[in-house]
């Protein structure tokens, strides 16, 4: 068989070629549309000279988006999406590293794209979808793909500020599809509802299995996540049944109390990752759902997105974490202490096809993290060191501890700032909370959102944590800020709280 993603839209476009593929609140778009549409945008870049170059999409988050990524997959060439929510400075880094050979944009980005120093082309989707297909020279890039060519290049944060594009093969894509799919029960029924930026890998889980399947995708307006009950609504509006979402959206909806006012009528699947989900939150989910069927998954970008999964159907107790479970079908797990050696806690490594093809135009970057598996010294096997920590409980699962940056030394004691959120969350008044660490003054501090205040906070939180994990500083927040992602934005509160002047500032 055919190990090229657009294998699943050639297929599914000849059995439900008039089905909605991919729509907003405004329009959709057919599988035949995508399929035609995309074949243009291929011959258009084909006509430009252009075959296994990257090809920038600047576009705004749409259903033409996913057209246009698929026809610069069409053309042989990798697509790297872009948004305009992300900072010029980020842009401009990401042009530089790795010099596209043209930019797609639409009526609202073209001005801003050409802001940019870019000495390519700048083209208007709406233009170029229009292109005469060519059917024939198509036929011939397919023929010479190859499932190790990459097909888009996603850029996430650098520790020295410079954001690195991880790039990914038909293969690692096409092998993630199929595990994710088998796990969450996809089908042609599937009607799934986007939260992802499409620039981030996690829009994956929709963007794909929509095509192999004949799914329905609904992208989600980005302002409705400010409104709970209006963001539930949208999901009953279009009979979504299964979302795959980062926690942050999923807590946002059960800490202000969503499921009083209106609930999901027709979500029978809740797939979520990135962060830890707070155990009230998510048996709050669960009170409310309790036919849906829940599934924790975990994987960085590096691995094409999610590597491991776990099926919450057993009761957790009170201050356990939803474990992460186990590696996907082709895809090994091996917990490595800091000799390389196998370890019951130790750094998440990733071995298998899920593994991407590294850093674009980064090689000390990617010499650093996809490295020879220690365990083998027969012949060449990269695997990808997450930078996690992970260990297995007593039933065998495999359990997220830290970040191996998120554990800090403080009054001479290893500390994971995750365990002291883990307690703050559990307390009933608290909807959402983060700690970060000021290394120069050796504080930790505390930041959270919740009908409680801080005094209160600070006494309960000395009742059931060591002293020297109490918290040296805590603050009430209005919101706390989040990432493009997603995540909580622990870069942006470590600034705020180095910032901020130090007098009349609540002190645990």
Same mark, same amino acid.
């Given at each position: 068989?055919?190990?090229?993603?657009?294998?699943?839209?050639?297929?599914?476009?000849?059995?439900?070629?008039?089905?909605?593929?991919?729509? $907003?609140?405004?329009?959709?778009?057919?599988?035949?549309?995508?399929?035609?549409?995309?074949?243009?945008?291929?011959?258009?870049?084909?006509?430009?000279?252009?075959?296994?170059?990257?090809?920038?999409?600047?576009?705004?988050?749409?259903?033409?988006?996913?057209?246009?990524?698929?026809?610069?997959?069409?053309?042989?060439?990798?697509?790297?999406?872009?948004?305009?929510?992300?900072?010029?400075?980020?842009?401009?880094?990401?042009?530089?590293?790795?010099?596209?050979?043209?930019?797609?944009?639409?009526?609202?980005?073209?001005?801003?794209?050409?802001?940019?120093?870019?000495?390519?082309?700048?083209?208007?989707?709406?233009?170029?979808?229009?292109?005469?297909?060519?059917?024939?020279?198509?036929?011939?890039?397919?023929?010479?793909?190859?499932?190790?060519?990459?097909?888009?290049?996603?850029?996430?944060?650098?520790?020295?500020?410079?954001?690195?594009?991880?790039?990914?093969?038909?293969?690692?894509?096409?092998?993630?599809?199929?595990?994710?799919?088998?796990?969450?029960?996809?089908?042609?029924?599937?009607?799934?509802?986007?939260?992802?930026?499409?620039?981030?890998?996690?829009?994956?889980?929709?963007?794909?299995?929509?095509?192999?399947?004949?799914?329905?995708?609904?992208?989600?307006?980005?302002?409705?996540?400010?409104?709970?009950?209006?963001?539930?609504?949208?999901?009953?509006?279009?009979?979504?049944?299964?979302?795959?979402?980062?926690?942050?959206?999923?807590?946002?909806?059960?800490?202000?109390?969503?499921?009083?006012?209106?609930?999901?009528?027709?979500?029978?699947?809740?797939?979520?990752?990135?962060?830890?989900?707070?155990?009230?939150?998510?048996?709050?989910?669960?009170?409310?759902?309790?036919?849906?069927?829940?599934?924790?998954?975990?994987?960085?970008?590096?691995?094409?997105?999610?590597?491991?999964?776990?099926?919450?159907?057993?009761?957790?107790?009170?201050?356990?974490?939803?474990?992460?479970?186990?590696?996907?079908?082709?895809?090994?797990?091996?917990?490595?202490?800091?000799?390389?050696?196998?370890?019951?806690?130790?750094?998440?490594?990733?071995?298998?096809?899920?593994?991407?093809?590294?850093?674009?135009?980064?090689?000390?970057?990617?010499?650093?993290?996809?490295?020879?598996?220690?365990?083998?010294?027969?012949?060449?096997?990269?695997?990808?060191?997450?930078?996690?920590?992970?260990?297995?409980?007593?039933?065998?699962?495999?359990?997220?501890?830290?970040?191996?940056?998120?554990?800090?030394?403080?009054?001479?004691?290893?500390?994971?700032?995750?365990?002291?959120?883990?307690?703050?969350?559990?307390?009933?008044?608290?909807?959402?909370?983060?700690?970060?660490?000021?290394?120069?003054?050796?504080?930790?501090?505390?930041?959270?959102?919740?009908?409680?205040?801080?005094?209160?906070?600070?006494?309960?939180?000395?009742?059931?944590?060591?002293?020297?994990?109490?918290?040296?500083?805590?603050?009430?927040?209005?919101?706390?800020?989040?990432?493009?992602?997603?995540?909580?934005?622990?870069?942006?509160?470590?600034?705020?709280?180095?910032?901020?002047?130090? $007098?009349?500032?609540?002190?645990?």
């Amino acid at each position: 068989m055919e190990n090229n993603v657009l294998s699943y839209l050639d297929e599914t476009v000849k059995r439900v070629p008039d089905k909605i593929a991919y729509a $907003n609140e405004k329009e959709g778009y057919t599988f035949r549309q995508v399929y035609e549409q995309s074949r243009a945008v291929g011959t258009f870049l084909h006509k430009k000279g252009l075959y296994r170059k990257p090809v920038a999409v600047f576009m705004e988050k749409d259903p033409r988006t996913v057209i246009a990524f698929l026809g610069v997959i069409a053309a042989g060439c990798c697509y790297v999406p872009i948004d305009d929510e992300m900072p010029q400075g980020r842009i401009q880094k990401i042009f530089e590293n790795c010099s596209p050979g043209l930019v797609i944009c639409d009526g609202t980005t073209k001005e801003k794209a050409e802001r940019f120093r870019f000495p390519g082309d700048i083209c208007l989707y709406d233009e170029i979808s229009h292109t005469q297909e060519d059917a024939e020279a198509l036929q011939e890039i397919r023929k010479k793909a190859l499932d190790t060519d990459p097909i888009y290049i996603v850029f996430t944060s650098g520790s020295t500020g410079t954001p690195k594009g991880v790039a990914a093969c038909h293969r690692s894509v096409r092998d993630y599809i199929e595990q994710l799919s088998e796990v969450l029960g996809f089908s042609e029924e599937t009607v799934f509802a986007n939260q992802a930026p499409l620039y981030f890998d996690a829009c994956l889980k929709e963007i794909y299995p929509t095509l192999k399947f004949g799914a329905t995708t609904y992208f989600v307006p980005k302002s409705l996540f400010l409104f709970p009950i209006k963001l539930v609504e949208f999901l009953n509006e279009y009979r979504v049944n299964t979302i795959c979402w980062v926690v942050s959206a999923l807590t946002m909806i059960s800490a202000f109390g969503t499921f009083q006012a209106v609930k999901p009528q027709y979500l029978k699947t809740v797939a979520f990752g990135s962060e830890v989900f707070p155990a009230k939150q998510f048996k709050i989910w669960q009170e409310a759902l309790p036919e849906t069927s829940f599934t924790n998954l975990y994987g960085p970008t590096e691995g094409t997105g999610m590597c491991c999964y776990y099926h919450v159907r057993r009761e957790l107790k009170e201050h356990e974490p939803i474990p992460i479970g186990g590696p996907f079908q082709n895809t090994e797990i091996l917990l490595l202490d800091g000799e390389g050696r196998l370890a019951r806690e130790g750094e998440i490594c990733i071995r298998g096809t899920s593994v991407t093809l590294g850093y674009y135009n980064n090689p000390q970057k990617t010499a650093e993290a996809f490295v020879q598996n220690p365990l083998n010294t027969a012949y060449p096997e990269i695997i990808y060191r997450t930078g996690d920590i992970g260990k297995y409980n007593a039933f065998g699962e495999l359990v997220f501890v830290s970040r191996k940056d998120y554990q800090i030394k403080h009054m001479g004691h290893r500390i994971e700032l995750g365990e002291i959120e883990a307690n703050v969350a559990m307390i009933a008044e608290i909807k959402i909370c983060a700690c970060i660490y000021e290394e120069e003054k050796g504080k930790i501090v505390l930041y959270y959102v919740g009908d409680i205040t801080v005094e209160t906070l600070a006494a309960k939180l000395k009742e059931t944590l060591p002293r020297y994990m109490v918290p040296n500083h805590i603050e009430k927040q209005e919101g706390l800020p989040f990432t493009a992602n997603g995540k909580i934005d622990r870069v942006l509160l470590k600034n705020k709280y180095k910032g901020a002047k130090r $007098n009349g500032r609540n002190q645990a």
